[in-house]
């Protein structure tokens, strides 16, 4: 499994808004500088993380983002989940039923599966104040 851009992006916005919250709204244009990401690919990356609830937005002069939520309660699976669409190491266990008509026979299917469920355990057991505090089990 490779993490796209857009979830790796994800993450570093929303610990940038965890970061900087001071109770005042983080425009985009802000959180590009620190991140040193382009504004026009944030606005797309905001956008998913804005429909899903898992951000606030404000529009106008005073306008930007914040967290729907405390860090404690964002979830790094789901995040990346949400952007990324899943997490499954092998195209055959991205839906809920494995539609490989090898499945049956698949030697190598228990591999996969062990591995996606790994991935899920890891990554549903972190959230965005464990990565803020550097509480991240190695």
């Known amino acids: 499994m490779i993490v796209s851009t857009k979830g790796r992006y ?4 929303m610990i940038d808004l965890a970061q900087n919250d001071q109770g005042q709204w983080i425009s985009l244009s802000d959180i590009a500088k620190r ?3 382009s504004v026009k690919y944030l606005e797309a990356v905001i ?3 804005n ?3 898992l951000v606030r937005s404000k ?3 005073n306008g930007g983002y914040r967290l729907a939520k405390a860090p404690e309660e ?3 699976g789901d995040i990346l989940r949400l952007t990324e669409g899943g997490l499954a190491p092998v195209s055959c266990l991205e839906s809920e039923t494995n539609q490989c008509g090898r499945a049956e026979s698949c030697l190598t299917l228990p ?3 062990e591995l996606d469920r790994l991935i899920g355990d890891y990554l549903d057991q972190i959230t965005l104040a464990d990565v803020l505090c550097g509480h991240v089990k190695r």
């Open 10 to 13: 994800a993450l570093r916005v």
């Open 35 to 37: 991140q040193q990401i």
């Open 47 to 49: 956008a998913v993380l």
């Open 51 to 53: 429909r899903a609830g």
């Open 59 to 61: 529009m106008g002069k």
């Open 74 to 76: 964002y979830v790094i």
């Open 111 to 113: 591999v996969w599966q």
